[in-house]
DNA sequence: CTCTGACGTTCCAACTGTGACATGTCAAAG
DNA sequence: CTTTGACATGTCACAGTTGGAACGTCAGAG
């Protein structure tokens, strides 16, 4: 009945956008640097996404084509209400929980292969949690020095990936150890 | 330049549903529900959505209308070619590990707001992953007496759900901490 | 008998995300 | 001087997701 009752859309990439010109000003493909490298594995984004994103906010007035560099650089700036809208998201804003994932939608269906497959599919799972968490660990260590206060909330980030990829390792082996004592009681 | 770098869209919602069909004909209202009960933290997906989707895979073959209840019901089987589609997506196609999550892309930017709102965002992810870990926990008591073939597969999903939670919890509880004692050094 | 509520399907508008294409600048290597 | 590759932006079509409106059936309660 009521108007108040619609859903307003995410606009996480927007949030996202946000958070980074907090740190200071940058130019779109500055941006789109940053989201491969550090924001790929948290909320990524293409090219084509980011500047018709970022012409958006130029326009809602959340930032600011602040200078015109070479080659057309546009640099954008955070505004006032740029400001306050990713104090507001961070804040007031309750995160979305619901998260897809269609490695986990597989498990589910594990029965319509044979158990010896389904074995097999949660051993990859545990190689490729192995294999990140590899790589997450060197990280960790080329980050180890600094502590600052941006290094102190990138180290909790990059924890949650630590964290995460032991919880799937474990959680495949022990998965694996449940599928082969199933199958031992149903011969 | 090749033809043959073109990334074919995912389409898990289309094998979702084949997974669903897979253990029995059922109608896109029944299917609707169990999408809504079972699957709604892994792969939630709308009525409209649902329908349409049944009628494209329909037309595609991979499932058939197999008969006409009251009310117009429609009850889908799934076909053999169906069956094949949904083991070579289990085995041969590599699930796609990005996991867009704005709750963590927030803890990038808890720097715009003051340290003890930072702590209380911390809070409040861990008593969410309490109370959702309860709620897990009670479940897995009200199906821990089955273990025919199904209920194993199910249980291996509710696990992952479970450990999840509880690593977001000592997270959670960890960051609190690594950031108090962040904001002692720099006093 | 009428109303309610569950059952059941279809269509549509809006937005997000993806990949591809188009366009052009500038610096450095060969 | 030409080519390569990084820099830099804009636009388009297509598919997936969401929410809502619309329509109709059937069983049971009052």
Redesign the pocket.
């Given at each position: 009945m009521s108007m108040l009752?619609?859903?307003l859309?995410?606009?996480?990439?927007r949030h996202a956008v946000l958070g980074l010109l907090s740190a200071g000003p940058a130019?779109?493909?500055?941006l789109l640097k940053t989201f491969e490298i550090s924001l790929a594995n948290v909320w990524?984004?293409?090219?084509?996404?980011l500047?018709?994103e970022?012409?958006r906010m130029a326009e809602a007035g959340l930032v600011q084509a602040a200078a015109e560099?070479?080659?057309?650089?546009?640099e954008y700036a955070i505004t006032d209400a740029g400001l306050d809208e990713l104090r507001h998201w961070m804040t007031e804003v309750e995160p979305d929980r619901?998260r897809?994932s269609d490695m986990l939608l597989r498990v589910f269906f594990l029965n319509v292969i044979p158990p010896h497959q389904a074995v097999e599919y949660l051993h990859k799972q545990v190689d490729h949690a192995e294999e990140t968490l590899a790589a997450y660990e060197e990280i960790k260590q080329s980050i180890a020095g600094e502590d600052d206060r941006l290094a102190v909330y990138g180290r909790i980030a990059l924890e949650w990936g630590v964290r995460y990829m032991e919880m799937v390792r474990t959680w495949g082996q022990w998965a694996q150890q449940e599928l082969q004592a199933a199958a031992a009681t149903h011969q």
């Open positions: 009752e619609c859903k859309p995410d606009m996480s990439l130019s779109g493909y500055d990524p984004a293409t090219q084509s996404q500047y018709s970022l012409n560099g070479p080659r057309g650089r546009k619901v897809r």
